[in-house]
C-alpha cells in the first residue's frame, strides 16, 4: 500500500480513538444533566422515586438521585469527575502531540495507550465490585478497554507497515 494512503488510514482511525477520549472527557463534566436528560427518557420523573422501577431505569434512577443529594449537600466531590475529564483531555493531547505528528518515533505512547485498555478490565472488575456496581454496568466500562484497544491495535500494525519505507510525517 502506498505511503500516503498508510498514513491517511493511520489518522482516520487514531483520530477516531482520539474522539472517543475527547468526547469522553466532555461528556464528563456534565453528568448531572446528563442523567436527568437519561432519566426523562426513561419515564423518571423525580430522582426520589428510582426505587420504583427495575432494571436500568432502577440503576440509572439510583445514579441520579446519588449526584442529586451529593450535588445538594457535597457539590465539591464532583470537582473529581472534573479531573477526570481534564484527564482524558489531556491523554488525547498526548496521542495528538506524539503519534498523530509523528507516527514512527511514537509507538510507545500507542503501547501505553494498550496497557491502559487492558487495565481498565481489573479496575472495573475490582473496584467496580468494590463500591457496588452491578456487573452489566462493569462489563459495559470494560468495553471502553476493548474498542480502545482496537483502533490503537491496527495503527500499530500501520506503523509497522510505515516503518518499512521509513515515513516520518514532521
Not at 477516531?16 to 461528556?27: A, M
Not at 470494560?142 to 509497522?160: E, H, K, N, Q, W
Request: contains cysteine; charged residues 10%; aromatic residues 14%.
Amino acid at each position: 500500500m502506498e505511503k500516503d494512503a498508510l498514513l491517511r488510514r493511520y489518522h482516520w482511525v487514531l483520530g477516531l480513538f482520539i474522539t472517543g477520549l475527547v468526547l469522553s472527557g466532555l461528556t464528563a463534566f456534565p453528568l448531572l444533566h446528563e442523567l436527568r436528560l437519561m432519566a426523562s427518557w426513561l419515564g423518571i420523573e423525580d430522582h426520589a422515586t428510582y426505587a420504583q422501577h427495575e432494571g436500568l431505569a432502577y440503576w440509572l434512577g439510583y445514579v441520579w438521585h446519588g449526584l442529586e443529594v451529593t450535588q445538594q449537600q457535597f457539590p465539591f466531590i464532583a470537582y473529581g469527575t472534573d479531573w477526570l475529564a481534564f484527564g482524558h483531555l489531556m491523554i488525547a493531547v498526548f496521542f495528538i502531540a506524539g503519534p498523530w505528528r509523528d507516527p514512527l518515533p511514537n509507538t510507545w505512547v500507542l503501547k501505553v495507550g494498550l496497557l491502559a485498555c487492558a487495565a481498565v478490565f481489573p479496575l472495573a472488575l475490582i473496584c467496580g465490585e468494590v463500591r457496588g456496581i452491578p456487573l452489566s454496568w462493569r462489563l459495559v466500562d470494560c468495553s471502553f478497554g476493548l474498542f480502545g484497544a482496537i483502533p490503537l491495535l491496527y495503527c500499530l500494525r500501520l506503523v509497522r507497515q510505515m516503518s518499512a519505507g521509513t515515513l516520518s510525517s514532521s
